[in-house]
Structure formats: C-alpha cells, structure tokens
C-alpha cells in the first residue's frame, strides 16, 4: 500500500487522495434563498392583498423570530430563509411602497428557495480515494468545513548525468567536453510531474562512483533514473551496476531514438538506466518513465493521445525499429492535421526537440516516406 500524507487545502491541489471523502454536515446546513427579493408565505399570495414587511434576512445575520400571516422579510441570495415563509419572490416581480409589497408577476410554491442537504447530506460518499484533486474538488471540501486533505505522498525521483566528458554550466570546456544537458532536460520534465526532486548531480565513469549513486538512490528514492552508461562501452557500468545491486527486467529495445534503454529494479526503487543522447532521454521519458511515474502517484495510467496527420516533408526510415521523429504539427483550414518534419534527426541534435511539438511515430516494418504519406503523430502538449 502506498504511503500517504496530511496536507492543506492550500497544497493540496493535484494531488491523490488517499482515502474516501464523505460529507461531515449537510450542504447547504439550511435554507436559504437563491435570489434577491422577499421572502413570505405562499398562502398569502391568495388574498392578493399587500405585505407587510417587518424586516430583513442578510446573508451571516438572519431574521430573528418567526413571520407571521400577511407578512414578508426581504432577503438577499444566500441568507436564511425565515421561519414562517416557504417561498422567495425576486425584486424584479415586486412593487414596494414604503413597509408593503405587491407582487407584480405569478410564483410558484417553494420558489427560490433552496434546502438543507440540497448538494449534500451528512454522510454522503462525495470525493473517492484515487481523485486527483481539483480547484473545484477544494472547495467541495472547504464547503464541508475540511480543512486538511489525505493524499498519497509524492514519490521521490532520484536522478543523475553520468560521463567524465560531461561538464556543469560556467566551468570551462576541455577538448573532448560538453555541457551537461540532460539534468536540465530531466528536471524540467520531473517538475510537469508533481514529485520530490532529487539531483544527484553529474556521476562520474568509475564502478565506484557509479555503484555510489546507485547506493544513495536505493535509499533515498522510489524512481531512479541515469542518463549515459547503459551502453556497451568499456566505461559504461550503469546496467553491470544495476546487475550486482539489483535486476535487470530488460536492456536494449527496437526503438529509435532510445536503443540503449535499461529497465529494472534496485529492491524496492524502479530504475530506468536512460541513453546519453540528448533526443533519447526525452523520448524514453515521454514513453516510458513518464507513465510508470504516473502510476507510483496513484494515477490512471493515462493514454498516449495520438493523431492521423498528412506529412508534408519526405521522411527517410530504415526498418527494423519504431521510430519516434520530430515534427512540427498544425491544422489546416479544414481543421486536418498536418505535420512537417524538423530535418536531422540524429539522436544527438537536441535543438529538434525545441523545435518540434510533436513526434511522428513511425511503425518498425515501415521504411521511408513520400511527401503526401499519412502518418501518426503524438503532440507534446502536456509532456514537455
């Protein structure tokens, strides 16, 4: 069973709840008018004579006492309705001189006038445990008088670059270095996630300093992802790692960009050993860690949105592997979708991944593609 926490109502947004919602009091706790006007006894609309008004209802401060035959209290929306009346006459439909009214138009029995337990009653189921809660689902709860909320607590992603090439932003380049993007890339994509956030920085190629990262994680994380070294270099040691400390569930998938991708588990955290391209990190995570992320919060496992489009560009594919492109992709004056690929696709190239807004998802039997081909696309919107 998943761990579960006590928060705000202020915090509480997003989040899951952990355990069923039932009402504690009725909603609304009673009557009260759905208008402003005048509140009165329907029977004495049959004499047709005036009312006398003997005061008035505001909503927080209501009428004292009880109205009496021939009448009214004049009322505002949301007060109480007084004892002694049963309908509310909006202002529109009233003539007043001075202490007297008369009403001007027909009303009906009970009009206007809404009643305890309407939306509702002691004891009623109103939230689910599994909800992800809403703006509206708060302030369900704060009409309740709930002030805190049980939800399932966030789980922690541990995460980590590795490679000796890899350099963090301001230090100087040395032949053979790069910056380190993919910690970034990575962070960006875990904070659209609502989850504890936990960089353990740029891992350096040694079995030591990579079976310490994987030690750290076991610890202290219930998802642990790696960028690099899941390859099949001398110096990649993140799957051998994942071997001795943990189990390997798979390596390796036909899919382009992503190949290298290891899955598996280091006793009770999830790894996903991600590639070191730039491109390959992003499409694992959108397809792979993404959803299981989505899953350890207690959400639905939710699908992939995925649309027909007409491409607009050739696109070269070798078979063998489901290819994942990028595309930029737009409506037409008829509302179709068209999709038009960035250019080079290398897994390397990490500017076609800003430029893009979508994949194109291109089956593994299917080679290239002429200008004019249908294809399948998955919009980025809500991912990145």
């Known amino acids: 069973m998943q761990a579960s926490e006590s928060v705000t109502l ?15 009091l009725d909603v609304p706790p009673h009557r009260n008018s759905a208008m402003d006007g005048y509140a009165l006894r329907y029977a004495d609309l049959a004499s047709e004579k005036p009312l006398h008004l003997v005061g008035a209802s505001f909503a927080g401060r209501p009428f004292a006492g009880e109205v009496q035959p021939g009448e009214c209290v004049r009322i505002m929306t949301g007060a109480v309705v007084p004892d002694g009346t ?3 006459v909006m202002q529109e439909n009233v003539q007043r001189d001075g202490d007297h009214i008369r009403i001007t138009s027909s009303l009906m029995h009970g009009e206007n006038v809404r009643h305890p337990g309407e939306d509702m009653r002691t004891g009623d189921t109103v939230l689910d445990a599994g909800r992800k809660l809403n703006a509206a689902d708060l302030g369900l709860l ?13 789980p922690r992603v541990a995460f980590c670059s590795t490679g000796d090439e890899l350099k963090s932003i301001g230090e100087p380049l040395q032949p053979g270095d790069i910056y380190d993007s993919n910690r970034y890339t990575l962070y960006g994509l ?15 190629d040694t079995p030591e300093a990579v079976e310490h ?59 996903f050993g991600l590639p070191g391209n730039p491109v390959s990190v992003m499409a694992t995570f959108m397809l792979f860690v993404r959803p299981a992320i989505l899953r350890l919060r207690g959400e639905s496992l939710p699908t992939v949105p995925e649309y027909t489009a007409l491409c607009t560009t050739p696109l070269k594919k070798v078979p063998g592997r489901t290819d994942y492109q990028r595309g930029i992709c737009e409506r037409d004056a008829q509302g179709q979708w068209q999709v038009r690929s960035t250019g080079g696709q290398g897994s390397h190239i990490l500017r076609s991944m800003s430029q893009a807004n979508c994949f194109i998802a291109l089956p593994r039997e299917m080679g290239n593609l002429e200008a004019g081909a249908t294809v399948t696309i998955i919009p980025f919107e809500g991912f990145l």
């Open 142 to 154: 704060a009409s309740l008088g709930i002030s805190d909320a049980k939800v399932l607590r966030r």
């Open 10 to 24: 202020w915090q509480a947004q997003g989040r899951i709840l952990a355990e069923t919602v039932c009402a504690p």
């Open 213 to 271: 990262a994987f030690q750290q994680a076991m610890q202290q994380a219930d998802v642990f992802i790696t960028s690099g070294g899941a390859s099949v270099g001398e110096a990649d040691y993140v799957t051998s790692t994942l071997e001795r400390l943990g189990q390997v569930n798979f390596w390796k998938i036909a899919m382009k960009p992503g190949k290298p991708l290891a899955f598996g588990t280091l006793g009770e955290c999830v790894f």
């Open 86 to 88: 049963d309908s509310v």
């Open 190 to 204: 875990l904070q659209n996630l609502d989850v504890e956030i936990i960089d353990l920085g740029v891992v350096r």
